[in-house]
Nanobody, 128 residues
């Protein structure tokens, strides 16, 4: 059974940093691409980043480009997103997701409906 577990979310001041983790079981990340989504209060879930674990390419939404960095530790079977220069608009629940048929590339913005497997989410609150 494939399972994703996020962690690392907390309350942080504007300008601060956090590192979120997505630990996978039931799959090996060197064979599966992972995406991160954010859902702000009262809003739809939106894609923020993904990593292609086959060729190492990384993609980011414009809203986080230059501030967030996605990476994989294959030994830990975990994907991380390092979030710097956090803004209040980064507040939300962060989810990682994967699917057998998902490939992280530049063909388009990933949609939540593409994914079958989701973690439970981790809350990030950016506030002074």
């Amino acid at each position: 059974q494939v399972q994703l577990v996020e962690s690392g979310g907390e309350l942080v001041q504007p300008g601060g940093s956090l590192r979120l983790s997505c630990a996978a079981s039931g799959i090996t990340l060197d064979s599966n691409d992972i995406a991160w989504f954010r859902q702000a209060p009262g809003k739809e879930r939106v894609w923020i980043s993904c990593i292609s674990n086959s060729d190492g390419r990384k993609f980011y939404a414009d809203s986080v480009k230059g501030r967030f960095t996605i990476s994989t530790d294959n030994a830990k079977n975990t994907v991380f997103v390092q979030m710097n220069s956090l803004k209040p608009e980064d507040t939300g629940v962060y989810y990682c997701a994967t699917d057998t048929y998902f490939y992280c590339d530049d063909s388009g913005v990933p949609e939540p409906g593409w994914f079958v497997t989701w973690g439970q989410g981790t809350q990030v609150t950016v506030s002074s």
